[in-house]
């Protein structure tokens, strides 16, 4: 069983007009991502500077929607689930060891 899998993953932000606040078009943060992560293994997405990692991980926690595409946690579907159902997840995800966590790392630790 996979403990995430991510399925054509979009995030679209809209722009905005400063005048009327109407959209005008889409900053095209992630287009078309996927992967799977086996339960009990460790990934690390990285990638050049403005390739969407951070806006990958942020779409797995919930904290932007996705546009387009699935996010499967443990089989279910966890996208853009509202905040009171997802929260309870997230808390049952810790308690069982499920851990999908965000962690940064500044540039100067990459390896050359």
């Not at 078309?32 to 926690?61: C, D, H, Q």
């Not at 919930?62 to 579907?77: K, M």
């Amino acid at each position: 069983m996979n403990i995430l899998e991510v399925r054509n993953l979009t995030v679209w932000f809209p722009r905005k007009s400063s005048l009327l606040r109407r959209t005008i078009g889409h900053v095209k943060a992630v287009t078309g991502v996927s992967f799977v992560i086996p339960t009990g293994k460790k990934v690390a997405l990285v990638g050049e500077s403005g390739g969407g990692k951070t806006t990958v991980g942020m779409a797995m926690m919930n904290l932007v929607s996705a546009t387009e595409g699935n996010i499967l946690f443990r089989g279910g579907d966890i996208t853009n689930l509202p905040e009171k159902e997802f929260r309870p997840l997230a808390a049952f995800a810790h308690y069982q060891s499920d851990r999908v966590n965000l962690r940064y790392s500044p540039p100067s630790n990459a390896p050359n």
